[in-house]
């Protein structure tokens, strides 16, 4: 598999989390990575980085946003915007290095994403 920084894909989080207003997201600890050769069929991936590790290596929580070529690139870019939504929902307001599920307590990650698509759309509309 071949990773490669994706700065187009932080520039994009960066532009979504400044218009959403989300202060829990420290992007100076979020990675952006495009790979080739992954087998998965998602468009994207989030990893958090456990706790255990963080003590081990003396390090702060961390996370990388995965986009998978092959999928990801064909995107038009409201699917794009759509995709790191979706993605940055995986991480939790305390930034604590661990991940959200798509679904629990009533939370429906899915609904909660395009809900903020939509608030997103509305807030970067040009009149």
């Known amino acids: 598999m071949d990773w490669k920084k994706a700065q187009d894909v932080k520039s994009d989080l960066t532009e979504i989390v400044r218009i959403l207003g989300l202060p829990h997201i420290d992007l100076t600890r979020i ?13 994207a991936r989030t990893w958090g980085f456990p706790k ?7 390090v702060k929580p961390a996370y990388v946003i995965e986009v998978l070529s092959k999928y990801y690139d064909r995107l038009d870019e409201d699917n794009k915007k759509k995709v790191l939504i979706h993605e940055i929902l995986h991480i939790p307001k305390n930034f604590s290095g661990a991940l959200l599920p798509h679904r629990s307590n009533g ?21």
């Open 31 to 43: 990675h952006c990575y495009r790979t080739q050769g992954s087998k998965s069929r998602a468009y």
């Open 52 to 58: 255990i590790f963080q003590l081990a290596l003396d």
């Open 107 to 127: 939370r429906h990650l899915g609904s909660i994403a395009n809900q903020l698509f939509k608030e997103y759309k509305k807030k970067t509309a040009v009149w």
